[in-house]
């Protein structure tokens, strides 16, 4: 077959390969980012700045030419700051932000171990497009589970009770005075133990069809005195127990699912009357055309690798991505007899919808 491609021009060339060289820069220095937070390098540089790497070496209790190269890499990616005059590093507010302290609401290297989770299982993924089978979430290396808590959970700690919950119709004022909530594909349950420390006239159950991921939010549940309040269970989201909540929340998995109208049929029949279903997605537009960008690139990228081989995986295999966009969101949900639905508000990677019965 001949070829109809034109012969690129050397500046063709040289422009992607920049792009790319910037790509492999990030694609292996996201190694030294897990690296580094195993380690506590950064909380060694934010503690001793601005340091020598000997300095930072004995603040960790590593060996100091490994440290060094790190510093060094770190720097030459921005990711810390290299002062040449005093031949010291130190992390910039933003910086520390991000990758030295975990309560800060930007911390990201929760980020990195879900990528690991993604190269680690590429080979089973590349089977999965081979034969057309899926591959469930509870497939998945561990370090996915953890990954997706750690990379997940400064968010929702930001804006979950702050902005989500007070951009649904009444739901605060119920939560408040005491409600009962269940948290659906809750995995380690970072967004149920926030809602239960907010809300401590409520009542929590998660729900999870991973096992493990159950054990690991008890755990947590118990760890912060919450145990009385929040109970966690196996179950799926078309088939979990209980009625008459008065909120159900489904955080980052609705486009996870085999049958998201199931999900959306089975939720409705768990609601309370006057109930809310709290729907975090991925932020999407309904076009391809409006997801071409940075963002959307990461969201497409993880959808190829995970989301769309987890949904091939259930029954429906319904595959919405992680790109799905509100229309099809809103399909689904009103395919599940909803009839009320809006975006109740977003952020630069969430879009948060409101379904009512």
């Known amino acids: 077959m001949t070829s109809t491609v034109p012969a690129p021009t050397q500046a063709q060339i040289e422009e992607f390969l920049g792009k790319f060289v910037v790509d492999m820069g990030a694609a292996v220095a996201g190694a030294t980012v897990i690296l580094?937070?195993?380690?506590?390098?950064?909380?060694?540089?934010?503690?001793?700045?601005?340091?020598?790497?000997?300095?930072?070496?004995?603040?960790?209790?590593?060996?100091?030419?490994?440290?060094t190269e790190w510093l060094r890499g770190q720097a030459a990616g921005g990711y810390v700051d290299y002062d040449a005059s005093a031949g010291t590093f130190a992390l910039t507010p933003a910086?520390?932000?991000?990758?030295?302290?975990?309560?800060?609401?930007?911390?990201?290297?929760?980020?990195?171990?879900?990528?690991?989770?993604?190269?680690?299982?590429?080979?089973?993924?590349?089977t999965a497009y081979r034969t057309g089978s899926g591959l469930g979430w509870h497939e998945h290396h561990a370090d996915l589970f953890?990954?997706?808590?750690?990379?997940?959970?400064?968010?929702?700690?930001?804006?979950?009770?702050?902005?989500?919950?007070?951009?649904?119709?009444?739901?605060?004022?119920?939560?408040?005075?005491?409600?009962?909530?269940?948290?659906v594909g809750c995995g380690h349950g970072a967004s149920t133990l926030i809602m239960a420390e907010?809300?401590?006239?409520?009542?929590?159950?998660?729900?999870?069809?991973?096992?493990?991921?159950?054990?690991?939010?008890?755990?947590?549940a118990a760890a912060a005195g919450?145990?009385?309040?929040?109970?966690f269970e196996v179950a799926g989201a078309a088939d979990y127990p209980g009625d008459g909540y008065d909120l159900v929340a489904m955080f980052d998995c609705l486009?996870?699912?085999?049958?998201?109208?199931?999900?959306a049929r089975h939720v409705r029949s768990t609601l309370a009357p006057d109930g809310s279903w709290l729907i975090v997605e991925p932020n999407a537009g309904d076009d391809l055309t409006d997801n071409l960008n940075p963002v959307g690139r990461i969201f497409y990228?993880?959808?190829t690798l995970i989301c769309v081989p987890a949904s091939r995986a259930q029954d429906?295999?319904?595959?919405?991505?992680?790109?799905?966009?509100?229309?099809?969101?809103?399909?689904?949900?009103r395919q599940g007899g909803f009839t009320g639905f809006h975006t109740a508000t977003s952020t630069p990677f969430n879009l948060i919808f409101e379904a009512t019965p």
């Not at 070496?57 to 030419?65: I, P, Q, V």
């Not at 919450?226 to 109970?231: E, F, W």
């Not at 486009?255 to 999900?263: L, R």
Request: with cysteine; net charge negative; charged share 25%.
């Open 36 to 67: 580094g937070d195993r380690l506590g390098l950064y909380r060694a540089v934010a503690a001793r700045q601005p340091a020598t790497p000997a300095e930072v070496a004995a603040e960790s209790g590593l060996d100091e030419r490994y440290v």
């Open 255 to 263: 486009h996870d699912m085999g049958d998201p109208a199931g999900a």
């Open 316 to 333: 429906g295999g319904a595959c919405l991505g992680a790109q799905a966009g509100p229309a099809r969101i809103e399909a689904a949900v």
């Open 226 to 231: 919450l145990s009385d309040r929040v109970r």
């Open 146 to 183: 953890e990954g997706t808590e750690r990379f997940f959970r400064p968010g929702y700690a930001a804006n979950l009770v702050s902005a989500w919950i007070p951009a649904l119709t009444g739901v605060e004022a119920k939560l408040l005075a005491g409600a009962r909530v269940a948290d």
């Open 95 to 126: 910086q520390s932000a991000c990758l030295a302290d975990p309560d800060s609401p930007t911390y990201l290297p929760g980020a990195f171990q879900v990528v690991r989770s993604a190269y680690l299982d590429v080979d089973r993924v590349e």
């Open 301 to 303: 990228s993880a959808s």
């Open 198 to 220: 907010a809300y401590p006239r409520s009542t929590f159950v998660g729900f999870d069809y991973h096992q493990a991921s159950i054990d690991r939010a008890r755990e947590l």
